[in-house]
């Protein structure tokens, strides 16, 4: 049984520290992620919430709030996403939307209660032009008091720091799954490509958001091998969203899996609780497919340290616990937005 975080070694990305020396981060392997997966239930969970509890308020959840800013058409092939274009799945295309609209969904979250709001754009990466508009969102959604967030795909030079100037507090861009597993899910682009974003992002100073799916059909091992990549981030993501697929008719994630949860419920609050011991200092937001888990599982993953969610009534193109339905849940279980 791992009882102990796993050795210290020389972090993959060996960034000097003051002195000149490479910096020695702990590092975790895809085995010693696999073995948390492997403890009983219980272990696994009252070792989450020591963890939680030393790095984080037992009973606090921060709200973000997600709007889609420019919605489907997109050229990419990710098989989980109801917005590529070659995926006939209803989504149309539509234009990117404009600054006063956004911000007043902006001032409508903030009036709900969320602390965070995240504009993401079904976009391969902007153009230097598609990001005009979004600087200016992103200067009108920080002066509202919130934080702001952005997940445009791919960013190239300069884009990274024209966003950080504009105030972006969060970068969301995924790994979505494991390296083994990304090119059964992706053919359109590699997981390096997704680490060349990390790094600009890192680079500008904005703080990384960076999580994935599970229920694609892939393995425990698999769930354990992200997990060790993201824990392995030097330093790792301060935002780790961890979806539970959203199965989209006319996605060929859909086709392959009939629209059945392909993975098991308590399996997915244990993703939850491994994310927690491996990222004690992240927040774990419990992301996509809460409206298909129900309360007591969600109960669940809250209790395995969760400590966000996505707030309001849809996520980009799918739906969401309304927000009476979560003020009621965490009612229940004594939780308070942070
Ligand atoms: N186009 C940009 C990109 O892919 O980086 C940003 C938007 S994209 C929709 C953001 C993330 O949403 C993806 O990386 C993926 O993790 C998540 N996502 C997309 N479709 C999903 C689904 N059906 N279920 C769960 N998560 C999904
Ligand atoms: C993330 O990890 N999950 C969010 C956000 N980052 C952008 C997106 C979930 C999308 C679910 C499918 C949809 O609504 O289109
Ligand atoms: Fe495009 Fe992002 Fe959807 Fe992939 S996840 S198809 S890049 S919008």
């Not at 791992?2 to 981060?25: F, I, K, Q, V, Y």
């Not at 600087?135 to 967030?149: F, H, I, N, P, S």
């Not at 298909?292 to 599982?297: F, K, N, Q, S």
């Not at 229940?332 to 937005?337: C, D, R, S, T």
Request: proline share 7%; aromatic share 4%.
């Amino acid at each position: 049984m791992l009882d102990h975080p796993p050795s210290t070694r020389a972090s993959a990305a060996r960034t000097p520290a003051a002195g000149g020396e490479p910096r020695r981060m702990p590092r975790w392997s895809t085995d010693d992620v696999a073995a948390l997966f492997e403890l009983p239930f219980s272990d696994l969970l009252f070792r989450a919430q020591q963890v939680h509890r030393a790095h984080h308020a037992p009973n606090a959840v921060q709200l973000s709030t997600l709007l889609s800013i420019k919605t489907g058409g997109c050229p990419e092939d990710c098989g989980y996403c109801p917005q590529a274009a070659r995926h006939h799945t209803g989504v149309a295309s539509g234009p990117v939307l404009d600054v006063g609209a956004v911000l007043d969904a902006a001032r409508a979250a903030k009036g709900a209660g969320a602390t965070r709001f995240c504009m993401g754009a079904a976009w391969r990466g902007p153009k230097d032009r598609d990001l005009e508009p979004v600087l200016d969102m992103v200067r009108g959604v920080k002066a509202l008091g919130l934080e702001t967030c952005c997940t445009l795909g791919m960013l190239r030079d300069g884009q990274a720091e024209s966003l950080a100037a504009a105030g972006l507090d969060y970068y969301n861009h995924n790994l979505d799954t494991s390296p083994e597993f990304y090119g059964e899910i992706v053919t359109t682009r590699g997981q390096d490509d997704r680490l060349d974003t990390l790094a600009r992002v890192r680079e500008a100073g904005i703080r990384v958001c960076c999580g994935g799916i599970v229920g694609m059909g892939e393995s425990r091992r698999a769930r354990a091998a992200l997990i060790a990549q993201l824990a392995s981030l030097d330093p790792p993501p301060e935002s780790v969203p961890i979806n539970h697929l959203v199965q989209v008719e006319g996605t060929p994630l859909h086709a392959k899996l009939h629209g059945e949860s392909a993975i098991d419920p308590l399996e997915f609050v244990r993703t939850i609780a491994v994310a927690r011991v491996t990222m004690p200092a992240s927040t774990v937001r419990l992301s996509a497919g809460r409206r298909e888990l129900g309360e007591a599982v969600q109960a669940l993953c809250f209790l395995a340290g969760a400590n966000s969610v996505f707030y309001g009534d849809r996520l980009l193109t799918t739906g969401n616990p309304d927000v009476g339905a979560d003020r009621a849940l965490f009612a229940k279980l004594g939780i308070a937005p942070a």
